[in-house]
């Protein structure tokens, strides 16, 4: 980016940068220790992702905060003004994916005690693996103002969704063979879901890269391949 004239625009601008990079660092190990908490039933690293949430929450008002003042001081333009607006918009989404995360690591609370086949689970760990390389790709993008790398990851969401319906459609064979697995299952299937809206927060942040970059938006139909609502319900009696 080119400097300003006024150098305190520019510290301005990259203490905004600073914070985004730390929000998508807490925002990746939240998602990778709610998981690894989910795999190893490890009830201290869950409660150790749902500590970390407020820093998330305050880190996010704090750049939102600034990202006005900024607007209030500088009246930016064109890329300038993108850049704060940015700002805004990803330190959101870095926000949700957290709330998310948290939310995986509430669910590994509450099956603490009531774990099964771990080969249940391995579905799961393999769409949060995709799915935290999907996340690192898009704030290295950010980072790296790569439009090309951020439309990449904009492009792989719709693979990010055919898997989640795969794994749906395997959790609900699961809970129809045997009643027993329903409770279970249901939790997972909720962490999934969880994992696939994450995949949905790094295209919103790709979105946002494209136009920071360019000045123009992505296309509002994302490729989308989540066949879910289509698949029978459970039948739980």
């Known amino acids: 980016m080119a400097e300003h004239i006024v150098s ?15 929000m998508g660092g807490l925002s990746e190990k939240m998602l990778s220790d709610s998981v690894d ?59 949700r994916i957290g709330d998310l995360a948290k939310n995986c690591a509430k669910r590994v609370l509450a099956l603490s005690d009531g774990f099964q086949s771990q080969k249940i ?38 693979s990010i969704d055919a898997i989640y319906t795969s794994l749906f459609r395997e959790l609900l064979t699961y809970m129809m063979e045997d009643p027993r697995n329903i409770s279970f299952c249901a939790h997972l299937l909720f962490c999934a879901k969880n994992i696939e809206r994450i995949g949905d927060h790094t295209t919103n942040i790709a979105e946002t890269i494209h136009y920071l970059v360019t000045g123009v938006s992505l296309p509002t139909d994302r490729p989308k391949n989540d066949r879910t609502a289509t698949l029978p319900e459970v039948d739980a009696a």
């Open 37 to 95: 908490a989910l795999v190893r039933r490890d009830v201290s690293l869950a409660q150790s992702v749902i500590a970390a949430d407020p820093r998330l929450d305050m880190l996010q008002r704090d750049i939102e905060e600034r990202a006005i003042l900024t607007i209030a001081r500088r009246q930016p333009l064109a890329v300038d003004l993108r850049e704060v607006i940015a700002a805004i918009r990803i330190s959101g989404d870095l926000e």
């Open 121 to 158: 689970v391995l579905g799961v760990e393999n769409i949060a693996d995709l799915v935290s390389e999907q996340l690192k790709d898009v704030l290295d993008a950010y980072a790296q103002h790569d439009v090309a790398q951020a439309d990449d990851v904009w492009q792989r969401d719709g």
């Open 8 to 22: 305190s625009f520019d510290k301005e601008l990259e203490g905004l940068r600073a914070s985004i990079a730390e």
